[in-house]
């Protein structure tokens, strides 16, 4: 049974910084691409994703630079340092886990998902 716990929302304000992080257990963790999501308004919109190995990494078009997604394989944990927080990137954020050879951009290709964490970010 594939279980994902996530940690690291909150409030910030304008400018400010945020890490979440995301445990991964029940898989092959060096073998599964990770991504995280987050809910828009009418669908889930990528925010990061990365590949097996490390590399490579994509990015959605809004994050321009301000954001990292890494891997340690050794914890089974992904996270998400975001930087520059904007009142726009105020969502509930999901980590994702599917196992493949690959890095997925899609949501429709993940089965594993986080139970969401918030952020918010005020002007």
């Known amino acids: 049974q594939v279980t994902m716990w996530e940690s690291g929302g909150g409030s910030v304000q304008s400018g400010g910084s945020l890490r979440l992080s995301c445990v991964v257990s029940g898989m092959n963790f060096k073998w599964a691409s990770l991504a995280w999501f987050r809910q828009a308004p009418r669908e889930q919109e990528l925010v990061a994703a990365i590949?097996?190995?490390?590399?490579?990494?994509s990015y959605g078009d809004f994050v321009q630079g301000r954001f990292t997604i890494v891997r340690d394989n050794a914890k089974n944990t992904h996270y998400l340092q975001m930087n520059d927080l904007k009142p726009e990137d105020t969502a509930m954020y999901y980590c994702?886990?599917?196992?493949?050879?690959?890095?997925?951009?899609?949501?429709?290709?993940?089965?594993?998902w986080g139970q969401g964490t918030q952020v918010a970010v005020s002007s």
């Open positions: 590949a097996p190995d490390g590399a490579p990494t």
């Open positions: 994702a886990a599917e196992p493949a050879t690959r890095v997925l951009t899609l949501a429709s290709e993940y089965r594993y």
